[in-house]
């Protein structure tokens, strides 16, 4: 099917190369992520690329009440819906140039409303989909699972706990047996796809003191059914009640216990992406706050343009939609919108003051904002404070 831009001066702003090719094909993506790539290599200021991903706010809504979300633990915390309005807007400007399209950063993607609408408009696009899920609502045989089996490119299942008695004390709302019954069934269909249809199949799992000792055996389990990957993240302390559960505070314990699941996913072959070990096990009470020159020198140290151990993937190629059509440049949680697409398009966004600010200076000896301390960049759990920021 044929895309045409909305506003068909855009075509005068792109690249030669890029318009040159016809409008949100596949081809032209390639090119879109080409560029994209060609200027993250060279810290360009302005863009010359539309983002590959995007993810949507479909919905903030979760039909489970897990204990260490803040969904939970804010009793205020909004129930949203992104508005046609937005979606059409992001469809009409976004659609043809990104690759992948993810449903939801904080809510269940598959309460989304209208998901079969959505699926067809991935479709008829050229764009696939990833999905992070707590595979409660992950359905039987139906004409919608195939749709969404088509439309995937990644699906990630998040899962804390081997056993039921922990996922269940976790994961309030949804049981262990029939979570995992979900994603077998969904495992076995997949298996069954070409092989070059097949969507990756990912697994998420937050660390603490509860669930920490089952990693490996979750590692187990992740190999029986075929998994990709699987990603260990700590728990992020945002309230108090969770001080206890973190592994900040049972430093010596969550070392044995990462070096017991890193030799299990070796002899496996199963990849995991975990956080490095504590170099200091003593465990702390309360967040240290420590100013001595120690302290400096244990700090990140600044980062030229080049190649850092871990450059930032969202300012050239990444883009984070509300459901009001606010920008987001990524996932770190607090960072402030960079304006609204339905103000003049996302195109004006894109390439605004703030973004063009924050792209020249996060790999510089002063970063800009929330980048300074992004533990995505500096993943020092050394460093780490209360809301996953590291302490400067």
């Known amino acids: 099917m044929t895309l045409t831009p909305t506003d068909p001066s855009l075509l005068d702003r792109l690249p030669p190369e890029l318009a040159a090719l016809p409008f949100g094909s596949p081809e032209f993506k390639a090119m879109n992520a080409r560029i994209a790539q060609a200027d993250e290599d060279r810290c360009a200021p302005v863009s010359r690329a539309m983002p590959t991903w995007i993810n949507l706010t479909g919905t903030t ?6 204990f260490m979300c803040n969904q939970f633990l804010d009793p205020n915390s909004p129930k949203w819906f992104m508005s046609d309005e937005v979606y059409e807007r992001v469809v009409a400007e976004l659609y043809p140039f990104v690759q992948t399209v993810q449903f939801s950063a904080f809510g269940e993607p598959l309460m989304t409303p209208k998901m079969e609408q959505k699926l067809d408009d991935l479709r008829r696009t050229n764009t696939k989909l990833e999905i992070v899920t707590n595979a409660t609502l992950m359905m039987r045989e139906s004409r919608f699972r195939e749709k969404l089996l088509e439309a995937l490119e990644l699906v990630t299942f998040s899962v804390d706990g081997a056993t039921r ?10 049981d262990f047996d029939e979570v995992m019954d979900n994603i077998r069934r969904f495992a ?23 669930t920490v000792a089952e990693a490996p055996r979750f590692v187990e389990i ?12 700590h728990l992020v302390e945002f309230h108090p009640t969770l001080r206890d559960e973190s592994l900040a505070n049972h430093r010596a314990y969550a070392n044995e216990w990462m070096d017991r699941t890193r030799e299990v996913a070796a002899a496996l072959g199963v990849r995991v992406n975990m956080p490095p070990n ?8 309360s967040p240290p706050v420590d100013t001595s020159a120690s302290a400096d020198a244990a700090r990140p140290q600044p980062r030229p343009c080049g190649k850092p151990p871990i450059k930032c993937w969202f300012l050239w190629k990444r883009a984070y939609i509300t459901h009001e059509g606010n920008v987001v440049p990524c996932c770190l949680a607090g960072i402030p919108h960079f304006g609204n697409m339905l103000d003049a398009g996302f195109f004006a966004v894109w390439n605004n003051e703030t973004y063009r600010t924050y792209r020249s200076k996060v790999f510089t000896d002063e970063p800009h904002g929330p980048c300074r301390t992004c533990y995505l960049i500096y993943p020092n759990p050394e460093l780490a404070g209360s809301e996953g920021y590291e302490r400067f």
């Open 222 to 233: 992740v190999h029986e059914l075929g998994g990709d990957e699987i990603v260990f993240n």
């Open 165 to 174: 008695d922990t996922y269940n004390s976790v994961r309030t709302g949804a």
């Open 61 to 66: 809504v979760c039909n489970l009440k897990c």
């Open 278 to 285: 504590f170099v200091d096990t003593s465990s702390r009470a």
């Open 188 to 210: 076995d269909r997949r298996r069954e796809m070409p092989a070059a249809a097949r969507p990756r199949m990912n697994f998420n799992f937050i660390m603490m003191k509860r």
